[in-house]
């Protein structure tokens, strides 16, 4: 069989039958970046081979690489192996995400999952008693019937021939989770997870206290399989084995979260004894591995909305193992347990005035509250801002241009880090064509222009189409394809927010505030936003950060904001723009930029 010699790295890789470089790279667990899940339409697994040969290239690699081709460099999706080869993959190689793990304070209240030590003496001989409802007696609600977990009854067993014993136990209305006859001063603690399509954040709490020992955040394994939910669906219905290496490499970046909040506070994971997680509909199906083909194709049915709750065990959580496991739920195929989790987090039914809550990542979701009633739906927005199908774009990695604005009549670019561009991210994006609308070198149709307009120096022609110079050294470019792609973006967020308007019968001047939800909205510019389209123009724009963490973690400290989000979810009303014919005339109209 053929090998890989990877450049970067010191070690040689085998290849199968008919596989392609990146189908290696994923099987190998070596992440760059793939953004349309290894189909060939966003040519951002640019590797070099450096010796031997691949197959003929494909048409996707002629049109994404031209005259690149003969230097060296193929996509690693379409590039068959044929014969021993060594590759450099410096140009697509993932680099380190910037993460929103940033949430609100959450208070504690009456915790769903509870722990206290007892004191178990063994019955009299006229007592017709079993050990497990001598404890059962000693709960604070012991009006209810509970299940026991195995493990709890061995260690209850453990008792042997003592007369009496003192255990921790942990419980709720339902359950005993576990016994313990280690009863000294130890840890109890939850994490609560935000799994998003390409991030990941947790924050671990300390749930006697419910203070925040530690937050973090990390790139999702799967983005290997494309930047958005739809990439994930076709992997999992392209091949068998999909669904099982999805979860796989989700629970393993959920557990490396798990071990580096641990290792860093100095605590034992088998002390978090409960968990919650919040992810849109899709991630939460395959988290659990369960199948989301269903919500690929009409009329997008997910196999389960209601909240779910398991132990670590059956996830393989590095927890302890009868750690209770809690998921959000949903609203819908395309309107999941995070946005469930955010708009509870903020209240947002209980609030008597008209606010427009907007989560921009890998997906669009929006949600109307009027006066407490809930509109939401869900818009093919997210890709292009994430930096997919766009010819620079990026994630939010060290060397995107994350911001630019123009100062004395000519752009000013800031990149993270403040090293030399590599690419534009999203927020760069946005800022990008609010630039060039304020600047007249856009028309309301999208088409960028050369005339005497404030940017129209950086705009250069390639055969009948111009480009926009964001930097020139090294040459970091806006196409007009780009722009298109953009301009969808926006305008199927733009069309959504009408149809929830019109859903309430509500004007965009109703409005009073805009609420941006994760790291996208954390980081945009509202005035950039409010220009493009993205969001109304409004007095007040509120960046909330990661809603859903937030949301993740009041379910962890509070049992009444479960129930508060089991309402929500059954509350809101989902509008399917699919099924709605007044959403493709807003679209049309959506596509044109208004000059403000």
């Known amino acids: 069989m053929p090998k890989i010699k990877i450049n970067q790295f010191d070690r040689e890789l085998e290849a199968k039958s008919g596989e392609n470089i990146l189908e290696v790279l994923q099987r190998e667990g070596i992440d760059i970046n793939a953004y349309c899940g290894g189909f060939g339409y966003c040519g951002k697994c640019l590797i070099k081979i450096l010796k031997g040969n691949a197959a003929q290239p494909t048409a996707q690699e002629i049109k994404h690489l031209k005259e690149k081709i003969s230097q060296g460099f193929r996509l690693a999706c379409q590039a068959q192996i044929i014969e021993d080869i060594e590759i450099d993959i410096q140009d697509s190689i993932t680099h380190k995400v910037e ?56 260690e209850l067993s453990r008792i042997e021939n003592q007369d009496e014993k003192r255990f921790e136990i942990g419980f709720d209305e339902k359950k005993i989770y576990w016994l313990s006859s280690n009863v000294k001063k130890v840890s109890f603690l939850g994490i609560a997870f935000d799994i998003g399509t390409t991030t990941l954040a947790c924050e671990l709490l300390d749930l006697e206290t419910g203070s925040t020992l530690y937050r973090a955040g990390a790139l999702n394994r799967q983005a290997s399989f494309g930047a958005d939910v739809l990439s994930r669906l076709r992997a999992i219905q392209d091949n068998q084995g ?95 347990g995070d946005i469930v989790a955010g708009i509870g987090a903020h209240d947002l039914e209980n609030n008597n005035s008209t606010l427009l809550y907007v989560d921009i990542g890998t997906n669009g979701e929006i949600v109307l509250s009027d006066q ?115 301009q969808l973006a926006k305008a199927a967020l733009q069309a959504g927010r009408k149809v929830l308007l019109h859903q309430a019968n509500r004007a965009e001047s109703d409005i009073n505030q805009v609420i941006l939800a994760g790291a996208f909205g954390s980081f945009i510019n509202p005035e950039s936003a409010m220009t493009v389209g993205i969001i109304p123009r409004v007095e007040t724009v509120l960046s909330v950060g990661n809603a859903s963490l937030f949301g993740a973690k009041k379910a962890l400290l509070s049992k009444g904001f479960r129930e508060k989000v089991e309402k929500l979810a059954k509350k809101a009303q989902y509008i399917e ?17 208004e000059k403000n």
């Open 99 to 154: 993460v929103l793990a940033e949430s609100g304070e959450a208070f504690l209240e009456e915790l769903p999952v509870q722990k206290i030590n007892i004191h178990v003496e063994k019955p009299s001989l006229n007592q017709s008693l079993s050990l497990e409802e001598i404890v059962e007696k000693q709960l604070p609600t012991s009006r209810f019937v509970r299940n026991w977990t195995i493990q709890a009854l061995q």
């Open 242 to 336: 999909a669904l099982s290496n999805l979860q796989e490499l989700l629970l393993s970046s959920m557990n490396d979260l798990i071990q580096e909040a641990c290792q860093k506070t100095g605590n034992d994971p088998n002390r978090i004894l409960s968990v919650t997680v919040a992810g849109n509909t899709i991630m939460e199906h395959i988290f659990l591995g369960i199948s989301p083909i269903s919500i690929g194709t009409a009329p997008f049915t997910p196999v389960f909305c209601r909240s779910y709750q398991t132990n670590a065990q059956r996830l393989h959580l590095v927890v302890h193992p009868e750690a209770q496991v809690y998921i959000f739920p949903s609203v819908a195929g395309y309107v999941g």
């Open 372 to 486: 407490g009633r809930i509109y939401c739906c869900g818009t093919a927005a997210g890709p292009a801002f994430e930096g997919a199908q766009i010819k620079h774009g990026t994630r939010a990695t060290l060397g995107a241009i994350h911001q630019v604005e123009i100062e004395n009549a000519d752009l000013k670019i800031y990149t993270i880090g403040d090293v030399a561009p590599r690419g534009v991210c999203g927020t760069g994006l946005i800022d990008i064509l609010a630039c060039l609308i304020k600047g007249g070198s856009i028309s309301s149709n999208g088409r960028l222009q050369k005339d005497d307009h404030l940017l129209s120096s950086r705009i250069q022609e390639e055969g009948k189409s111009h480009y926009f110079v964001l930097s020139h050294e090294p040459q970091i470019i806006v196409t007009q394809e780009d722009i298109s792609q953009l």
């Open 577 to 593: 723009l699919s099924a709605r014919s007044d959403f493709q005339e807003y679209f049309y109209e959506a596509l044109i930029f």
